[in-house]
């Protein structure tokens, strides 16, 4: 920004702060989008066993799975945990 930007903003508006709504619209981080994730993972809770990947969430929401993984981290204060599969102990292995 240059200086004359700056005085002529400041001259017209009074100060040199940006206007309420200015910035890039949220695309996906909707009101709509975090509810439907949320009532996913909230689904999940009194079923042992059973759960959703983000990749799940967002084949079912239509939501990509960086802004599904977005949505829980920032907005539903979660954390996303790989699911992680490992060899079945037998009796002789024990």
Same mark, same amino acid.
């Given at each position: 920004?240059?200086?004359?930007?700056?005085?002529?903003?400041?001259?017209?508006?009074?100060?040199? !702060?940006?206007?309420?709504?200015?910035?890039? @619209?949220?695309?996906?981080?909707?009101?709509?989008?975090?509810?439907?994730?949320?009532?996913?993972?909230?689904?999940?809770?009194?079923?042992? *066993?059973?759960? @959703?990947?983000? %990749?799940?969430?967002?084949?079912?929401?239509?939501?990509?799975?960086?802004?599904?993984? *977005?949505?829980?981290?920032?907005?539903?204060?979660?954390?996303?945990?790989?699911? %992680?599969?490992?060899? !079945?102990?037998?009796?002789?292995?024990?």
């Amino acid at each position: 920004m240059g200086l004359d930007y700056v005085l002529k903003k400041l001259r017209q508006t009074g100060t040199v !702060e940006r206007k309420v709504g200015s910035g890039r @619209r949220r695309s996906s981080r909707t009101t709509q989008n975090i509810d439907a994730v949320e009532d996913l993972i909230a689904s999940q809770e009194d079923k042992p *066993r059973t759960y @959703r990947s983000t %990749r799940q969430i967002s084949r079912e929401t239509g939501v990509s799975q960086s802004s599904v993984v *977005r949505i829980v981290k920032n907005d539903l204060s979660l954390k996303c945990f790989e699911r %992680r599969r490992y060899q !079945e102990l037998t009796a002789s292995n024990r």
